[in-house]
C-alpha cells in the first residue's frame, strides 16, 4: 500500500523522485495542523512548521523529514519518546549559504577588496555551513577565525575566542539556534556583543534570527551607537519582521540564504532516499529534475576582486532580494507585510549556484585563474586555461 505523505508545498520535485510510489499532499507550512494528519504516514516539512507532541500526538505519522540543515522547530526528543523515524538534510543548503555570504561581502562597499587585502572573517557557528564557508574562503585567500564552544578543540579549526570574532572585518552567524546551557546561542549578540563591534564591521546573519537581538540591534540604531553595516537574511519573529530594522539595514532579504534551486533539489533528494529506505519503496529515480546550469562568461579583462564580483553577481545579486523585500513590506500593516514575507519564500525566483559553473572568457594570470577555481567553477573556452 502506497505511504500517504503531507508536505510543506516549498518542498519541490517530490513527484519526480518517488514516481507513483506514494500518495503525496502539499499545504502551506504554517497551515499544517493536527486536522491534517489524521491519515498520514509521513510529514515533510521546512522551518516554519513546528512539529511536536501538540501537532503529532493524534495522528498515525511514523516518519518526519525536515528539507533544512537546521532543526530547533523539530521536538526530537518526542519524536524519538515515540518511535517516529525523523531525517534532515543538513548541508543540503551550504554552499547556497555560503554563496550567499560571499554575494552579501561583494555587494557591500569594498569589503570584498579589504578582505582580499588581509581583512579577517569571524565566523559563529562552525558547523556543516560554517565548515564550508571557512573553506571556501581559505581557498579564496581570506583569513578567517570560527567562535562554536559546543565543537571540542580539535573539530574547530582557526578557534577565537568570541572577542577576537567581534573584532574581525566581516562577522558572519551560522549557529543553530538553541536556548541549552551552557552556551546558548539565542541572543548571543546582545547589546554588549553589538558594542564591541567596530564602526567599519560588516555583519551578516543567515542562521536564525534570534542569534541576535533585534531589538537590541534597533535600539543602538536608532540612538546612533552602532556604526557597523548590517545584512539580514533571517529575523526575530518572522514572518513579522521590524520595519523600522528592515529601514536601517544595508541589505536584507525573507530567510531565503539557502533558496537555491541546487540546494532545494539535494534536500528533496535527502529526503526521498530516507523515504524510499523507511518504506521500502522502489529505488528512486535518479535523473536530475533540471537541467544543467548555464555557463558564466567573462565578457571584459576583470581580475582579483573585480573577477570575485562579476562571476558571484551572474548566479546571485543580492540586490534584487533586498528591493523585493522592501517593495513588498514597507509602508504595509504588520499583517499584510507577515504575508508578502511568506509570499517571497514561496514563489522564490530560479536562483542556480555558482559552483560547478563552467566559466568561459580570456583569463590567464596565474592567480585569478586560481580564484575561479577557488569558487567552484570550472574552465572553459575562449582562453581561459588552468
Not at 518526542?78 to 543538513?90: D, E, G, R, T, V
Not at 534597533?218 to 552602532?226: T, W, Y
Request: charged share 20%; net charge negative; with cysteine.
Amino acid at each position: 500500500m502506497k505511504p500517504v505523505i503531507l508536505a510543506d508545498e516549498n518542498i519541490p520535485w517530490l513527484e519526480h523522485y518517488l514516481g507513483g510510489f506514494a500518495t503525496i499532499r502539499k499545504s502551506g507550512g504554517r497551515d499544517i495542523g493536527p486536522a491534517q494528519l489524521r491519515d498520514v504516514d509521513a510529514l515533510l516539512v521546512r522551518s516554519v512548521t513546528r512539529v511536536d507532541e501538540q501537532l503529532l500526538r493524534e495522528s498515525p505519522v511514523r516518519f518526519v523529514g525536515s528539507a533544512t540543515s537546521g532543526v530547533d522547530h523539530i521536538d526530537r526528543r518526542y519524536l524519538q519518546q515515540q518511535k517516529i523515524h525523523f531525517c534532515y538534510a543538513p548541508g543540503s543548503n551550504a554552499n547556497s549559504v555560503v554563496e550567499y555570504v560571499l554575494a552579501a561581502i561583494a555587494a557591500v562597499d569594498d569589503k570584498l577588496e579589504r578582505l582580499m587585502a588581509g581583512g579577517r572573517v569571524g565566523i559563529i557557528g562552525y558547523g556543516v555551513i560554517g565548515k564550508c564557508l571557512g573553506q571556501r574562503l581559505q581557498d579564496l585567500g581570506i583569513d578567517y577565525c570560527a567562535y562554536d564552544p559546543w565543537l571540542d578543540a580539535d573539530k574547530l579549526s582557526h578557534a577565537a575566542p568570541l572577542e577576537a570574532i567581534l573584532d574581525c572585518d566581516v562577522i558572519t552567524l551560522h549557529a543553530e539556534l538553541t536556548r541549552e546551557q551552557p552556551w546558548p546561542s539565542f541572543h548571543l549578540l546582545g547589546t554588549d556583543e553589538l558594542c564591541a563591534l567596530r564602526a567599519d564591521a560588516l555583519l551578516i546573519n543567515a542562521s536564525r534570527g534570534a542569534v541576535v537581538d533585534n531589538a537590541a540591534l534597533l535600539s543602538l540604531m536608532e540612538q546612533g551607537k552602532f556604526g557597523a553595516q548590517v545584512v539580514l537574511d533571517v529575523w526575530e519573529g518572522e514572518p513579522c519582521i521590524s520595519e523600522p530594522l528592515l529601514r536601517r539595514v544595508a541589505l536584507a532579504s525573507p530567510h531565503i540564504a539557502g533558496y537555491s534551486l541546487d540546494g532545494k533539489i539535494l534536500a528533496t533528494r535527502m529526503l526521498c532516499e530516507s523515504l524510499v529506505g523507511y518504506f521500502q519503496l522502489p529505488a528512486l529515480n535518479s535523473d536530475s529534475p533540471v537541467a544543467d546550469a548555464a555557463p558564466a562568461a567573462l565578457a571584459t579583462a576583470v581580475r582579483g576582486a573585480a573577477l570575485v564580483r562579476c562571476l558571484l553577481q551572474q548566479r546571485y545579486d543580492i540586490s534584487v532580494d533586498d528591493a523585493l523585500l522592501r517593495e513588498a513590506t514597507l509602508g504595509q500593516s504588520p499583517a499584510r507585510a507577515a504575508v508578502a514575507f511568506d509570499q517571497l519564500r514561496k514563489t522564490y525566483r530560479e536562483r542556480r549556484e555558482l559552483f560547478g559553473t563552467r566559466v568561459c572568457g580570456q583569463l590567464t594570470d596565474t592567480r585569478d585563474l586560481q580564484l575561479v577555481k577557488a569558487l567552484g567553477c570550472s574552465a572553459g573556452s575562449n582562453g581561459l586555461s588552468t
